[in-house]
């Protein structure tokens, strides 16, 4: 949709939907190919092209137009269009220019994720707290530390409550056990 959303607009300010103005135009470029001076009439006809007092124009006021210019205003009248259908396909250009950076900006976003998404992930498994320190590590991280010293910044900011929730504070290392005060009866 991005890429028409701009005619869907200009739809709308006319007064009609896309459908109808593609419709439209696919029935005229029909007639065009079938009926070169049909199409033409049917054209002018849809642009509702009237004179300065209000009547409207129909395709033999238009061809009088066209042959009573002068040879230099059919030239430029020409040269006008030339530079109005360049602009035009400058202007395609340009959007699906702008499209495909969009597109490649997206793919650059989901493989930055999905590479850092892995390393959190691995790094989740040696640091089981890191759920828990999350929003902590959040902010250690956008301090500017890397995750390594976040977790443990975070860990020192939040300590585990429980023996079993941290096996670096209790369990693991054997000089960090606690004291078993209670003798033996």
Same mark, same amino acid.
């Given at each position: !949709? ?7 607009? !200009? $739809?709308?300010? =006319? ?5 109808? $103005? ?5 029935? !005229? ?33 238009? $061809? ?9 205003? =059919? ?9 109005? $259908?360049?602009?035009?396909? !400058?202007?395609?250009? =340009? ?55 976040a977790y443990q910044r975070a860990d020192l900011l939040r300590p585990a409550t429980s023996r079993g929730s941290n096996p670096h504070r209790s369990g693991?290392?054997? =000089? ?10």
């Amino acid at each position: !949709m991005n890429s028409i959303r701009h005619y869907h607009q !200009m $739809a709308q300010q =006319h007064g009609t939907t896309l459908q109808r $103005a593609l419709d439209n135009y696919v029935g !005229m470029e029909n007639k065009l190919r079938s009926d070169p001076i049909g199409g033409i009439d049917l054209i002018i006809n849809n642009l509702n092209l009237r004179t300065p007092d209000g009547q409207k124009l129909n395709s033999r006021d238009v $061809a009088w137009h066209i042959l009573n210019q002068s040879p230099e205003q =059919h030239k430029t009248l020409q040269l006008a269009n030339t530079q109005t $259908a360049i602009s035009q396909q !400058m202007g395609q250009l =340009h959007q699906q220019q702008r499209a495909v950076a969009q597109q490649l900006q997206q793919l650059h976003y989901e493989r930055r994720f999905t590479h850092t998404r892995a390393g959190v992930d691995r790094f989740a498994e040696t640091h089981p707290r890191l759920d828990e320190l999350g929003d902590l590590i959040e902010r250690e991280l956008k301090l500017g530390f890397d995750l390594p010293t976040a977790y443990q910044r975070a860990d020192l900011l939040r300590p585990a409550t429980s023996r079993g929730s941290n096996p670096h504070r209790s369990g693991s290392n054997p =000089h960090l056990r606690p004291v078993n005060t209670r003798r033996a009866r």
